[in-house]
């Protein structure tokens, strides 16, 4: 059994693929000085994280987006991972970034199902004044068109009012609220102490900081000594999430409402978003604006970031990194509204490249 397991739950959209994919590329050096990160879990395919693998365990209940049938098909990687974990003699690392959205019930589970007693959960957390305009992204690459002022709403019904404690309770029972599950990081930090030595809790840095500060807050969390190394391996922006624009998510939502009607997310038209993200858009010269937070919204986003910063401070996690990442930042610019013409540029790159036409990359 490892001696010791540094469970990293996520959360989503705070820098875990690329923390994924520079474990995954020094899994060798890493496994020549005792710590695992287990790359092939079931079969040949190699993974770099192991989300996955944990609809195995847990399913459709604790994944709702995910089939029963992928749920199923990932027993086998799940019974894989548990297995290299236990029999490995010294630290193994797990890392997979939606496990943050489970419940507590779920969390138990998977702790137990891992089977370590010398569990250490590593969250990496973002403020959500960059949380939320990179989740309603995201939720337009899946294949919706919501706008964004809406998605915020329903975010905000979602959220509810009252104690934070009875808002994470009814979170809890909730199967559909797995965006507060994680994002509320006071309670997400409670939720996971029962079952873990450890909570720590590693901040996002803002843009404009030193290079690899991510990296280096990630590796004073994981507590490994000098076996990781200062200046991480170089990872390919298209091995990581790509970020969009706002008018090139605006782009996709209008594709995405326009074939509603056969299905936005079926696997063709997922495959065609992301041809057009790859090859019509990341290559442009000027891309437009970052999504932003509409001015109307900020001081109910800043409040609710405060509220969860304060249960926060009365648990007993671990900071690597400032509380103040974790704040929406005062001088973050605010959205007006869409420019019509960065949308008119990024449809038309979108076009032109559906129409196989040569562009100027602007």
């Given at each position: 059994m490892a001696e010791r397991l540094l469970l990293h739950i996520g959360t989503q959209k705070s820098g875990t693929t690329y923390l994924q994919r520079v474990l995954s590329r020094l899994s060798g050096n890493l496994k020549r000085e005792g710590v695992l990160y287990p790359l092939r879990l079931?079969?040949?395919?190699?993974?770099?994280?192991?989300?996955?693998?944990?609809?195995?365990?847990?399913?459709?209940?604790?994944?709702?987006?995910?089939?029963?049938?992928?749920?199923?098909?990932?027993?086998?990687?799940?019974?894989?991972?548990?297995?290299?974990?236990?029999?490995?003699?010294?630290?193994?690392?797990?890392?997979?970034?939606?496990?943050?959205?489970?419940?507590?019930?779920?969390?138990?589970?998977?702790?137990?199902?891992?089977?370590?007693?010398?569990?250490?959960?590593?969250?990496?957390?973002?403020?959500?004044?960059?949380?939320?305009p990179s989740s309603w992204q995201q939720h337009i690459r899946n294949g919706r068109s919501t706008p964004f002022a809406r998605y915020l709403a329903q975010q905000a019904d979602r959220r509810g009012e009252g104690d934070a404690r009875e808002r994470a309770a009814r979170w809890d029972a909730d199967p559909e609220q797995t965006f507060w599950r994680a994002y509320a990081i006071g309670t997400l930090v409670e939720r996971w102490a029962p079952f873990a030595r450890t909570v720590t809790v590693v901040t996002v840095p803002r843009r404009g900081a030193a290079p690899h500060e991510l990296w280096h807050r990630f590796s004073r969390a994981l507590d490994l000594g000098t076996v990781l190394p200062d200046t991480p391996p170089q990872i390919d922006d298209l091995e990581a999430n790509v970020g969009l624009t706002e008018p090139e998510v605006l782009v996709l939502a209008g594709l995405n409402r326009q074939v509603d009607g056969v299905k936005a997310d079926d696997a063709e038209i997922r495959k065609l978003r992301g041809r057009i993200v790859r090859d019509a858009f990341v290559s442009r010269a000027d891309r437009g604006s970052p999504v932003r937070i509409p001015r109307t919204w900020l001081p109910r986003i800043r409040a609710w970031a405060d509220d969860d910063a304060e249960v926060l401070r009365s648990s007993h996690a671990l900071l690597v990194g400032p509380e103040s990442d974790l704040l929406v930042d005062p001088e973050a610019p605010v959205g007006d509204g869409p420019d019509a013409d960065e949308v008119a540029r990024a449809a038309g790159a979108a076009m032109a490249y559906l129409a196989n036409v040569p562009t100027r990359g602007a």
């Open positions: 079931h079969g040949r395919r190699e993974v770099y994280n192991h989300e996955a693998a944990a609809y195995g365990l847990l399913g459709t209940s604790s994944f709702p987006w995910v089939p029963e049938a992928k749920a199923r098909a990932q027993e086998g990687a799940w019974e894989g991972l548990t297995r290299k974990v236990r029999e490995w003699d010294g630290t193994a690392i797990v890392s997979g970034e939606a496990i943050s959205v489970i419940n507590s019930a779920a969390a138990e589970r998977l702790v137990s199902s891992l089977g370590v007693p010398n569990t250490h959960v590593i969250i990496t957390a973002r403020d959500l004044g960059r949380v939320l």
